[in-house]
Structure formats: structure tokens, C-alpha cells
């Protein structure tokens, strides 16, 4: 088993800056890629960015694509998302995942097998 930990989360202003921690604990050693979705009241679970465990493959989504950042630290078993220029849009519940699967970097959240409780950003316009 794997539990994930997010932080970071809290009130920002549109512009603003914001950073979040993942944290990972367990079976560290079988997660693969770690990915971040992110879930808006009344809106299904969208994809936001993912980063497989070498950190040579990366994706992000469309909305976040040139202001947020995705990386990792494998030696501290956390993965991070630095959200910049952020907008009102960008409020939502923010959720860490990691797949176990060695082969593939996916956008998907049903390809993720553990998952964080979610850390709420809420931006203020």
C-alpha cells in the first residue's frame, strides 16, 4: 500500500503563486508515474499534470499548460506542482496520485491506484 499526503493548499489571489506537496509513504518503492488532478464542484475530475519516475516523461493539461510546473524527489518521495499565474478557474479540490505501472506516463485518473484525501486552492478573483 501507498498513502499520499497533499499540502500546500490554501487562498490565493488571481496572479498569484501557489506551490503544492505531495507526499508519499508506504510502497514507495512501487509507485511509477505521480500525477495531479484536480475536481471542481459539480465537475467531473479533470486532469492537471503527471511526471513519470525518471522524470523524463511529463504532461500537462491544456488549462495549465506554460503556468504550471510538475516535479518530483524521489529521494523524498514527493512530487510538487507549482502553480503560477493562477486564475479563478484554477479553483478546485487538488488531488495526488500514483500509478504502480512501470510503462506508461497516462492522463487518465482510472490508470492511478492510490490517491490522496485532496488539498482545497480556492482563487480569488
Do not use: H
Not at 503544492?20 to 479533470?46: D, H, N, V
Amino acid at each position: 500500500q501507498v498513502q499520499l499526503v497533499e499540502s500546500g493548499g490554501g487562498l490565493v489571489q488571481t496572479g498569484g503563486s501557489l506551490r503544492l506537496s505531495c507526499a508519499a509513504s508506504g510502497r514507495t518503492a512501487s509507485t511509477e508515474a505521480m500525477g495531479w488532478f484536480r475536481q471542481a464542484p459539480g465537475k467531473e475530475r479533470e486532469f492537471v499534470a503527471t511526471i513519470n519516475r525518471s522524470g523524463a516523461n511529463i504532461y500537462y493539461g491544456d488549462s495549465v499548460q506554460g503556468r504550471f510546473t510538475i516535479s518530483r524527489d524521489n529521494a523524498k518521495n514527493t512530487v510538487y506542482l507549482q502553480m503560477n499565474m493562477v486564475k479563478p478557474e484554477d479553483t478546485a479540490v487538488y488531488y495526488c496520485a500514483a500509478d504502480t505501472i512501470p510503462w506508461r506516463t497516462s492522463i487518465i485518473p482510472y490508470n492511478y491506484d492510490y490517491w490522496g484525501q485532496g488539498t482545497q486552492v480556492t482563487v480569488s478573483s
